[in-house]
């Protein structure tokens, strides 16, 4: 199994740009397709971006396209998200999770959280 834990979130003024970092633990992480969702307050969780294994083949929800840039260090076990031009309407939890599907957007196949960290976007 593998554990997760997320780190980087901060307050970070409207146009700045941020990195998240996920750390993972355990024995399995390289068969596993890492992703980043997000959660607003008083909104649903969102699917983010995802990248696979062995191809590390980066995949994102359309509204962060170009914006956002997933990564994976799979040699340090590390899952990173470079947030660009970051909007107030980015402002959530964004948390890290695993799954065995290839190229999944669905939380439900995500079987493995973090606990998530906060980023603030706000003047």
């Known amino acids: 199994q593998v554990q997760l834990e997320e780190s980087g979130g901060r307050l970070v003024q409207p146009r700045g740009s941020l990195q998240l970092s996920c750390s993972a633990s355990?024995?399995?992480?390289?068969?596993?397709?890492m992703g980043w969702f997000r959660q607003a307050p008083g909104k649903e969780r969102e699917f983010v971006a995802g990248i696979t294994w062995s191809t590390e083949t980066p995949y994102y929800a359309d509204t962060f396209k170009g914006r956002f840039t997933i990564s994976r260090d799979n040699a340090k076990n590390m899952l990173y998200l470079q947030m660009n031009a970051l909007k107030p309407e980015d402002t959530a939890v964004y948390y890290c999770?695993?799954?065995?599907?290839?190229?999944?957007?669905?939380?439900?196949?995500?079987?493995?959280w973090g606990q998530g960290t906060q980023v603030t976007v706000s003047s």
């Open positions: 999770a695993a799954t065995l599907h290839t190229q999944s957007d669905d939380w439900e196949d995500f079987g493995t």
């Open positions: 355990g024995d399995t992480f390289s068969s596993f397709t």
